[in-house]
C-alpha cells in the first residue's frame, strides 16, 4: 500500500479546513411584533407571515 512520502504539515491541513466553522443564524425582525425570527418562516411569537396571520401564536 502506498504512503504519502511527505504528510500533510498543519499549515496546509488548518488552511483547508478553514471554512469548516459555522456560521450564527440569520435573525430578522418581525414587521408586527418587532421581535427576533429567523427569515421566511412565521414568526413563533404572533404568527404573522408577510402581513397575514398564518397560524395561531402559542399560549403562554
Known amino acids: 500500500m502506498a504512503i504519502a512520502q511527505r504528510g500533510t504539515s498543519r499549515s496546509k491541513r488548518d488552511m483547508r479546513r478553514s ?9 430578522i425582525e418581525c414587521t408586527n411584533c418587532h421581535q427576533q425570527k429567523p427569515a421566511h418562516i ?6 404573522f407571515y408577510k ?10
Open 19 to 27: 471554512h469548516h466553522k459555522l456560521k450564527p443564524p440569520t435573525l
Open 42 to 47: 412565521a414568526c413563533p411569537s404572533c404568527g
Open 51 to 60: 402581513g397575514r396571520q398564518i397560524i395561531r401564536p402559542r399560549e403562554a
